[in-house]
């Protein structure tokens, strides 16, 4: 029985996903202290702080456009997924031993250049090798597991900080471990499928041009995202806020371990619910958590208030990511899958520069308060902009964007 007829999600969608959550623990524990020891440590601007943010994502998007349309060119995704993953892994002896933000920089733009390596084949894998009726309980489930990794990591970075005595360096040698069990299991767990439906086509010149052969719906999803990513910013600016607020520095991972919470508990049935329901209105929704959870950073004069705005953070998240992941999906051609969630991760993290740079800026100009601020104006525009919408079966485009959505 296919996993198809049994309802049941492929192995490989669980390896993938304890590989994510494996990486994430390590990474979380590593960027749950971070910006922290950027700030206080190595004396860094919350200026400089966003605009770092924002460079090393915005490289991680830029590379996912490559090695997506090279895994399309070769079909192969699992060598370029143990590439980056294994680039992350390296890259973490690096932070413990850093004295300049230098090496922070140069460690971090390495690490989310690993993650871009790895961003888009392990996304066209998860497409690969599950059936279209169950994508969306795919991506939810990889992410559910993702989210985890990112609640323990915090977890373990707080525990660690009280028996270690708040010591950053020792608690960030940590995070080495699962780096690197991440890598080893998915070496010896994952097996790339030997067919990919409609995929029999022979292989071509490498030409990014080809992207013009997509379809209206996938880039109408891409402009999705990318409204998505503007509305949100770092979770850098999580920590940095409870911190402002009188969080003392030991606990402070623990506005992650809230929000990772909430993601990791939501994603999967949020996920599986956008097989079967209006993805237009999960969207909606999605942004309105959003907008719940700015209003309450932005309020918050106590960390118990921002700890309610990291939850709300954590639910927008799961209702937003895996459903607009599974939509890129559904509309790309088959053959430029990795593409396709290239380009999308591409116009997504330049979006997410802009979106950090912003909050920085506004953060070290105006305060705390305005860079949340921000964040719910635009959410709040983006969300009035698509419960507005009311398709004209008349017109074309609007009948695309419909699909697209899939009301």
């Known amino acids: 029985m296919t996993p198809s007829q049994s309802g049941k999600l492929p192995k490989g969608i669980w390896v993938l996903g304890f590989v994510s959550m494996f990486m994430d623990i390590s990474s979380e524990l590593v960027h749950s202290l971070l910006p922290i020891f950027m700030a206080t440590t190595l004396g860094v601007s919350m200026a400089t702080i966003g605009i770092i943010e924002g460079i090393v994502e915005g490289a991680a998007a830029i590379t996912k456009v490559f090695s997506g349309a090279i895994s399309d060119y070769f079909r192969k995704r699992k060598f370029l997924a143990v590439l980056g993953y294994g680039l992350g892994a390296l890259t973490k002896p690096v932070f413990p031993l850093a004295t300049t933000i230098g090496w922070v920089f140069g460690a971090r733009l390495v690490d989310r250049i690993g993650k871009g390596i790895r961003g888009a084949p392990r996304d066209a894998m998860v497409a690969d090798i599950t059936p279209q009726n169950l994508r969306g309980a795919a991506y939810g489930l990889r992410q559910s597991l993702d989210a985890i990794g990112s609640f323990i990591g915090p977890v373990l970075a707080v525990i660690f900080m009280i028996l270690l005595a708040n010591d950053i360096k020792a608690v960030l040698w940590i995070g080495v471990i699962p780096a690197f069990l991440a890598v080893f ?53 999580l920590i940095l806020r409870v911190q402002e607020l009188g969080l003392a520095i030991g606990y402070v991972p623990a506005i992650l371990i809230v929000m990772n919470i909430a993601y990791s508990m939501f994603a999967y049935p949020a996920g599986a619910a956008a097989d079967r329901f209006s993805a237009r209105k999960l969207l909606a929704f999605g942004l309105c958590l959003l907008i719940a959870a700015d209003i309450a950073l932005a309020s918050a004069e106590t960390p118990g208030l921002a700890f309610v705005g990291a939850a709300l953070w954590g639910l927008h998240m799961a209702f937003t990511q895996g459903l607009l992941a599974k939509l890129v999906a559904d509309t790309a051609l088959v053959e430029l899958r990795g593409t396709a969630f290239g380009i999308f991760n591409l116009v997504n993290g330049v979006a997410l520069l802009l979106a950090s740079a912003i909050a920085g800026l506004l953060w070290s100009y105006f305060g705390a308060p305005a860079t949340f601020i921000a964040g719910a104006s635009f959410a709040a525009i983006a969300a009035t902009g698509l419960l507005l919408y009311r398709p004209r079966k008349s017109l074309i485009l609007t009948k695309r964007l419909d699909a697209a959505i899939k009301q």
């Open 185 to 237: 299991l998915l070496i010896f767990g994952i097996h790339e499928p030997d067919h990919v439906e409609n995929s029999d086509s022979p292989k071509k010149r490498l030409n990014l041009s080809d992207v013009k052969q997509m379809p209206l719906q996938y880039w109408l999803v891409v402009m999705l995202g990318a409204v998505f990513t503007l509305a949100r910013f770092s979770e850098a600016f």
